[in-house]
């Protein structure tokens, strides 16, 4: 599968410009013959800058903005990953939809992890991981801080995804993001990994493809870039494990008053 990844930032509550920024970047990537464009996360509503923001600026995922979204995938025949606020029956959550090269939404995963006293507290956490069939791959969704542990994405590949999508929107100081934990992602699973990041300034990850081996393939010199995501190596780093050691990781820990909802 040849993956396209944008390295650009929203405009913060600019919609139209930034549904025209995703058209433009979705021309780009079905030129150089991608068939899946990964824009980085909230990248149609801006950023979770605090309640009000997110309040503000959270989209229905079948309101027309998504809508309009999906109309451009359609047009441009390429699939399309791209992060949004979301409201959701009185409740927000830092999203990302999923809509195939025919326009049709396929999945919409809502953010599992979350880093506490950073993050608006309005935002609600996401009680499911996904996995996304497209073509002849499965995809697994992580966003924001689903990447920096270890245990969202094994699960994901346990659950049967091949390929890792990553939105991100890490910014300056970041840099052991893209250094450290991306490659050991990619390499623990086997398996390839796409990051689009939403951070553009000095010190940011730069949004990259990186191979099962966790090697890069392609990093974003300006806005895009894209490379074939090889399908995973050997199963047995998934596969040689030894769960009766791990059972605390699946206890359920002691409830924390005050911590999110």
Sequence with gaps: MRIAVAWAAPLPGAIDANLASAARLAGSAAAAGA??????????????????TVAERALLSDGPALLALAAIARR????????????????HHDAALFVDDRGCALANYRRT??????DPYVL??????????FGRRRLGLLIGADIEAPEPARALIL???DLLLALGSHGGGSAVI????????????????????????????????????GRLLAEAGE????????????GSRRTERRPQLYQKLAATP???TGLRR
Excluded: K
Aim: aromatic share 6%.
């Design 35 to 52: 068939g899946l464009l990964v824009l980085p996360q909230a990248f149609l509503t801006g950023p979770a800058e605090d309640d009000v």
């Design 76 to 91: 441009r025949r390429i699939a399309i990953l791209c992060g949004y606020l979301e409201a959701c029956s009185g409740r």
């Design 113 to 118: 992890h979350f880093h506490l006293g950073a």
């Design 124 to 133: 609600a956490r996401g009680q499911w991981l996904t996995v996304v069939p």
């Design 159 to 161: 659950a049967g995804a």
């Design 178 to 213: 893209g250094d450290a934990l991306l490659p050991a992602r990619a390499f623990e699973n086997g398996c390839a990994l796409a990051y689009a990041n939403a951070c553009t300034g000095a010190g940011a990850p730069r949004s990259r493809i990186l191979g099962p081996n």
């Design 223 to 234: 806005c895009l870039t894209v490379a074939d995501a090889a399908p995973p190596v050997d």
């Design 254 to 256: 002691p409830e924390e």
